[in-house]
Nanobody, 119 residues
Framework: VQLQASGGGLVQAGGSLRLSCVCSRCILSTFSGSDMAWYRQAPGKERELVASINTNGITKYGDAAKGRFTISRNNAKKTVNLQMNSLKPEDTSVYYC???????????WGKGTLVTVSS
C-alpha cells in the first residue's frame, strides 16, 4: 500500500481546503478492505486523529474536527478525502493519510501534506 496525499497549502482563517489521498499501487480489494484515516501533527505536538472512515463507511472525528471537517472515501478511485471548512490557525499542521488493512492489520502511512492557516 502506497499512499499519496495532496491538497495542502496556505489558506486564511475561515477558509476551506480539501485534502485527497490516493492509494497507488494497491488493488481495489485492498483499498476497500482498509480502514482509512487522516491524522495531523503540529510542531512540538503529538500526532492526533483528525477523522477516520472504516470499510463500512462509518466515520469518527477528533474533537477539533467535529462540525467542520468531513471525511469521505471513493473505493472505485481508491481515494479518501478530507473536506476542511472554517479553518482556524490552530489547524496548522502536517496532515497524514493512514490505512489499516483489516484482514492482516498492516498499517501504512503516506507522506504528509502541510496545511497552514493564517490569521
Amino acid at each position: 500500500v502506497q499512499l499519496q496525499a495532496s491538497g495542502g497549502g496556505l489558506v486564511q482563517a475561515g477558509g476551506s481546503l480539501r485534502l485527497s489521498c490516493v492509494c497507488s499501487r494497491c488493488i481495489l480489494s485492498t483499498f476497500s478492505g482498509s480502514d482509512m484515516a487522516w491524522y495531523r501533527q503540529a510542531p512540538g505536538k503529538e500526532r492526533e486523529l483528525v477523522a477516520s472512515i472504516n470499510t463500512n463507511g462509518i466515520t469518527k472525528y477528533g474533537d477539533a474536527a467535529k462540525g467542520r471537517f468531513t471525511i469521505s472515501r471513493n473505493n472505485a478511485k481508491k481515494t479518501v478525502n478530507l473536506q476542511m471548512n472554517s479553518l482556524k490557525p490552530e489547524d496548522t499542521s502536517v496532515y497524514y493519510c493512514n490505512a489499516e488493512t483489516t484482514f492482516n492489520g498492516v498499517v501504512s502511512w503516506g507522506k504528509g501534506t502541510l496545511v497552514t492557516v493564517s490569521s
